[in-house]
């Protein structure tokens, strides 16, 4: 079995500060990671994974995120955050050898100007 | 990036009535998955397909049916619609690695 915990439904930080947004996962092979954001009224645009190599992968619109095996985290993070990075997050896995993903239940982010 | 389909992006529908959401692509992907995604929560995998009449139901028990003749069309049904199928539906299918969603249909029967 697999699944994710984003234990923050919420966070919010004021525009220009770090931005860090929590994934925890469990899955039973060797993990896919993926970061998703959701906009009101769209579907979910892919933002960066992990598949291998090295822990810190870099994705789209200046976000990353570090892959921690031994904490089985998976943190997105964007250095300085803007206001239209306010949003829903989703963090997923899937064991390499399953095409299924399992979803976190989202956290909620905002940017305050 | 894939180019997914999802028609209509709206619906407003009375209970009992037989509903199709479309969903298509046109990138030849085998691998095609339906979430149903209740406002501001997680996604629940109703059903997935990994090729032409190839159909499996997700983790979320669901009263919907799927149905693949093509590669490029996964469309969803429900025979009777009723105030708890109110929900937004997300289409996917995956290129290489990660999958890639449709806009969804959000769905409100009355």
């Known amino acids: 079995a697999q699944s994710v915990a984003q234990p923050e439904d919420q966070v919010n930080v004021a525009e220009g500060n770090p931005l860090t947004v929590k994934c925890t996962y469990s899955?039973?092979?060797?993990?896919?990671l993926f970061w998703y954001v959701q906009y009101p009224n769209r579907g979910l645009q892919f933002l960066l994974k992990?598949?291998?190599?090295?822990?810190l992968v870099k994705g789209s619109y200046g976000f990353e995120a570090e892959f921690n095996k031994s904490q089985t985290s998976f943190h997105l993070k964007k250095p300085s955050a803007l206001v239209s990075d306010s949003a829903l997050y989703f963090c997923a896995v899937r064991d390499y050898n399953d095409y299924k993903l399992s979803f976190g239940a989202g956290t909620t982010v905002t940017v305050r100007a | 990036e894939a180019d997914i389909y999802q028609t209509p992006r709206y619906l407003v529908i009375g209970t009992g009535k037989k509903i199709t959401l479309e969903c298509s692509q046109t990138m030849g992907h085998d691998k095609m998955y339906w979430y149903q995604q209740d406002p501001g929560m997680e996604l629940h995998l109703i059903h997935y397909s990994y090729g032409v009449n190839s159909t499996e139901k997700g983790d979320l028990s669901s009263e919907s049916t799927v149905s693949r003749i093509r590669t490029e069309h996964f469309p969803l049904t429900l025979e009777s619609a009723r105030p708890s199928h109110t929900s937004q539906y997300l289409c996917a299918s995956i290129t290489g690695v990660e999958q890639f969603f449709g806009p969804g249909t959000r769905l409100t029967v009355l």
């Open positions: 992990y598949i291998t190599g090295d822990n």
């Open positions: 899955v039973s092979g060797n993990p896919y």
